[in-house]
């Protein structure tokens, strides 16, 4: 799993153990988001996708970490953020991430719903070992 | 953490304006007290101000719907007001479109709504 950071990029590290930490995650990525100035609309989105990711890592990864900074290419910048967690992992990656399917009492929509929301979306999942999410949201 | 945000009455409506960013078991303290006091109060509606709230993901989202859900057994109506428009833009992009929920778009309209017959409320 490549890290969206290039060098000189340093992405700062959170521990997301509480519920209060989704709270933070949620300030951290508006803070960013306003930097790199998304437009308002895009700035919600990320902080939504962000929202979903983050709890996902404290309920079902049994905590773990969001590493979040500014990353840039050529051309633009933006916002990633990279939800760790050594939980159980997923097991059926494409059931996960259909709309509306949860192993919880969720609505299954965190998964699906933070891939539309953002530029870019890849997860990594070994079962029994745990998951990486990392998301882009670039600025227009 | 067991915050709980505070809720007026006006009459036979049950207001709450929510002012800052929540935490899970904030949320879930809000329905439950929401229920107990539409019971208690023999309130015959709910008004739920979200205009201070940047952003709304599906743990909020559930709760207005659940909130919306439990009024209507309780034989009380819900409106939710002050929904910021990038936040319902991406409420719809997570999925989540709040069919059940009655909606208004400021404070005002929402009590205007709730004074109106149940049958044109719910549209
Ligand atoms: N970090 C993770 N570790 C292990 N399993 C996960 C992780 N994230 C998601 N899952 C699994 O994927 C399912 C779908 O996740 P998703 O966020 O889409 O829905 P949900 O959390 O169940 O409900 P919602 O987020 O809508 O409240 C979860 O029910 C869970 O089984
Ligand atoms: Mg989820």
Redo the contacts with the bound molecule.
Sequence with gaps: MTAPWAAGDDPQVYSVARSADVVQIRQVIRALAQQCRLSLVDQTKMITAAS??A???L????G?TVSAGVVSDASKRGVAAV?E?S????ADVD?????G??????????????RRLVDDFRLH?VPGE??T?TIIKWAR | MSDRIPILRIGDILLVSVQFDLEDQTVLNLQEDLAEQIVAKSAQGVVIDISALEIV???VG?MLATVAAISRVLDARTVVVGMRPAVAITLVEL?LSLGGVSTALDLEKGLAKLRRPASSASQ
């Design positions: 979903e990711l709890r996902n890592t309920t079902y990864g049994g773990g939800f967690d939980g159980p992992g997923i059931q996960a991430m259909t709309d399917w949860t192993s919880g009492g969720g609505l299954g929509l965190g998964l699906s719903g933070a999942t745990g998951t999410v | 993901d599906s743990f559930r999925g």
